[in-house]
């Protein structure tokens, strides 16, 4: 798949490269259409976007007939996304398989719950060659890759070696939007090694918390015998930095709900309602880790 996409900017551009894309796409009555989803990287990224344009590279959500690929196409590229194209068994293995199933609960201190699996392994390691191929297609000299989560812990690797081959000079980070956990639970996965040295191929690596990074640099010290200090690892000749970003909101989202007339007229209730009283609100989700 080849997408015509020039840079105008002479300082790069940045690209934004996850799991899925932040739309959803569908399909009325023969026409397809392209609308924003909902979910926690669209709402993180939402206040950068506002000041940074950027291309964003991921799965689409569903495979398509070959004879609508070059109009989604057209109808993502209008939203600055780019498509990794999947085929279902690879998408299910990649996704519900060993991201969903092995590192996010083993990240998430949930390692009884993992059972290695070699084919989604291999679907792993598919489809982050996958993504690895659509961003080196469109990756310019000067433009910034971003790549987020777990779900994409090799293709940082996969990127610099392409890079490298095509002498462009782009720099890579990587963002995890869950914990790292301690080495003493991260070495029970069996591919432990070439997961960390899937992301130590980025410039910069950054977690939310201190202890997510340190955590991290301690699996490289325990498992790789690498050497590190506080805010890096020396990997493969290379100082690769490791840093906290603890992740903000955007404020105005909640200021302007708090003004609407919808907000006022319940809080109006809710008032009446609990006179008197203290109320303790708790909002939490059903999955079982958070």
């Known amino acids: 798949m080849v ?29 397809w259409k392209v609308t924003l989803s909902s979910g926690g990287l669209v709402t993180a990224l939402s206040g950068l976007k506002k000041e940074i344009p950027f291309t964003w590279v991921g799965w689409p959500g569903k495979t398509f007939e070959e004879h609508d690929i070059i109009k989604i196409n057209e109808l993502l590229l209008k939203n600055s996304c780019v498509p990794v194209y999947l085929d279902s068994k690879t ?20 390692a009884g719950d993992i ?10 390691t598919n ?15 000067g433009d910034l890759i971003w790549v987020h989560d777990y779900h994409l812990m090799l293709l940082c690797n996969m990127l610099q070696k392409g890079l490298a081959r095509r002498k462009k000079n782009v720099k890579i980070g990587w963002f995890l939007h869950t914990p790292f956990p301690s080495s003493e639970i991260y070495r029970a996965l069996p591919v432990r090694q070439e997961i960390l040295e899937g992301v130590l191929s980025a410039d910069l690596l950054g977690f939310h918390t201190y202890d ?21 690892v020396e990997f493969e000749g290379r100082k690769v930095k490791v840093m906290t ?46």
């Open 3 to 31: 997408i015509d996409f020039e840079s105008k900017s002479k300082q790069g551009r940045l690209i934004v490269v996850s799991n899925r894309l932040p739309v959803t796409i569908s399909q009325n009555d023969k026409t």
């Open 91 to 110: 998408a299910d293995l990649f996704y519900n398989g060993f991201s969903n199933s092995i590192l996010w609960p083993l990240f998430h201190y949930h």
């Open 115 to 124: 059972v290695f699996d070699q084919k989604s392994w291999n679907a792993y």
């Open 127 to 141: 489809a982050n060659e996958s993504f690895a191929k659509v961003v080196l297609e469109i990756a310019n000299d």
């Open 212 to 232: 997510y990074a340190r955590h991290f640099l301690s699996s490289c010290t325990r498992i790789l015998g690498l050497q590190t200090t506080t805010d890096g």
């Open 245 to 290: 970003f603890p992740i903000g909101i955007d404020p105005n989202v909640f200021l302007e709900a708090q003004r609407s007339t919808q907000v006022i007229s319940r809080l109006k209730e809710l008032e009446t309602e609990f006179k008197g009283k203290k109320v303790i609100v708790g909002v939490d989700r059903l999955d079982y880790i958070k």
